[in-house]
């Protein structure tokens, strides 16, 4: 399983979008240090000889990608580093956004339509930038044609550009070109300072100091050069089903699936990797804010539109605690999500941001992808049997926890979903243990 790349074109907007060259100021969501990373996600598409459509993806997209350009030229700038430290994006004309064209000597069937890859395998399928490339091209694509027909299309978008629903956006809007349309339905909002910027003077409600503290010169992924390990386990529906139902009984509370499993999750990592019973350990999440703020940001914006959440408790207190404890910890902790918690996070990013913020080691960052609405993005052949995110780094966290759905191409063969977990490799055969136990429905609440 080889893929070789043949081409890279770099595509420009299909019009100027912009007569002068000029800077775009950042919000203080877009320039929180954790999010100074590129994000790398894989949408997998079957055949699309069966179609009236034009069976040429690369040349389909080339071109609704120049068109939604010039709705969405800040992707073709480049980022970089003010005086203080936070981001500017410098926009230029006669810049462009460089697309890989590649392919793949084996059909997407064999390799299970992406559902549970070889690592090597989806590596090549997604480009890959340096931290200072990712600065200098903020965007890029690489799509991949399969032996089948059936194609993949990888991004690598730079965080301070947008979040995952600000690129869906983007997608869909090049998707409804590619489908036909004359333009986009929805038009893409910037304001980015304006509407998620300081107040004045700036003011902090919220105790963020409890869970983020300050350290010159720190960087939230250099915590630690221990190897670590991705798997992927899955997670039956009846197993599910009766872990949260005795959740129920013991305590009385309901909990969702993020709240219950990602508590099981947390504390078998946390157990798994032996951390000391003294220590902090933090349990981060993000949530959409959009609507949230008052007023609620206009339809059409597509930048870093979630803040991140913390639960925190000494590894002592997760792993002898009833595991229902901590789901209700995270539980609570979303009720902190309301408006002045926004503008107090962007007021400790204005007053702070200097100093070095960072949320420290023992971070494990999750985050939920079965309901975000990737699979609408269509170029006219079907929307994606399978979605994959490739990012090593989540909300300060070296080893970020998604929740995934299967692919859409085995559907009715599997139930439930499927976790896709970064741990230490020292750590990964205890936590393999837990994971079995929660298989095969030993959840032993008695003692947790």
């Known amino acids: 399983m080889e893929v070789h790349n043949s081409e890279t074109a770099l595509v420009f907007p299909s019009r100027p979008p912009f007569e002068h060259d000029h800077l775009l100021s950042l919000s203080h969501l877009d320039t929180d240090r954790n999010l100074h990373v590129t994000f790398r996600y894989v949408r997998a598409y079957t055949s699309t000889a069966a179609s009236n459509h034009p069976s040429d993806p690369f040349r389909v997209i080339s071109a609704a990608l120049s068109d939604a350009l010039v709705y969405y030229y800040p992707f073709t700038g480049s980022l970089r580093r003010r005086s203080d430290g936070r981001l500017e994006l410098f926009c230029a004309g006669g810049k462009g956004v460089p697309f890989v064209r590649a392919a793949a000597d084996c059909s997407l069937g064999s390799v299970n339509y992406l559902d549970e890859p070889d690592r090597h395998f989806i590596e090549q399928l997604v480009p890959d930038p340096g931290p200072e490339e990712g600065l200098a091209t903020p965007f890029v694509l690489q799509l991949t044609v399969f032996a089948c027909g059936g194609y993949c299309l990888g991004a690598s978008i730079h965080h301070a550009m947008c979040d995952g629903l600000g690129a869906t956006q983007f997608f869909n809007a090049v998707a409804e070109l590619a489908r036909g349309a004359s333009r986009v339905s929805v038009e893409p909002v910037w304001e980015r300072s304006s509407l998620l910027g300081p107040r004045e003077p ?103 539109g979630c803040v991140p959440m913390y639960v925190q408790l000494s590894a002592k207190e997760l792993v002898e605690n009833p595991i229902w404890e901590t789901a209700k ?48 993005v269509d170029f006219g052949w079907g929307g994606p049997v399978t979605v994959l995110p490739l990012s090593r780094h989540l909300l300060g966290s070296v080893e970020p926890c998604f929740f995934l759905p299967y692919s859409s191409a085995n559907a009715g063969s599997k139930d439930g979903f499927k976790v896709l977990i970064t741990l230490p490799g020292i750590a990964l055969h205890a936590f393999r243990q837990d994971m079995e136990k929660f298989t095969s429905q030993q959840f032993g609440l008695s003692s947790l």
Do not use: M
């Open 202 to 304: 700036p003011r902090v409600e919220v105790p963020f100091e409890e869970v983020l503290h300050c350290e010159k010169g720190s960087s939230p992924y250099c915590q630690s050069s221990e190897a670590v390990v991705r798997e992927c386990f899955h997670v039956r529906d009846e197993c599910l089903d009766r872990y949260k139902a005795l959740l129920l009984e013991k305590s009385g509370v309901s909990f969702t699936t993020f709240e219950a499993l990602g508590a099981f999750l947390w504390r078998a990592r946390v157990k798994a990797a032996g951390v000391l019973g003294h220590e902090k350990v933090k349990f981060a999440y993000s949530i959409n804010v959009r609507k949230l703020v008052k007023p609620p940001l206009p339809v059409g914006y597509w930048g870093n």
């Open 329 to 376: 910890a995270i539980k609570k902790s979303k009720s902190n999500a309301r408006d002045e918690y926004v503008r107090s996070f962007i007021d400790f990013q204005e007053l702070n941001y200097a100093k070095g913020i960072t949320a420290g080691k023992g971070v494990s960052g999750f985050t939920d992808w079965r309901h975000l609405g990737h699979s609408t």
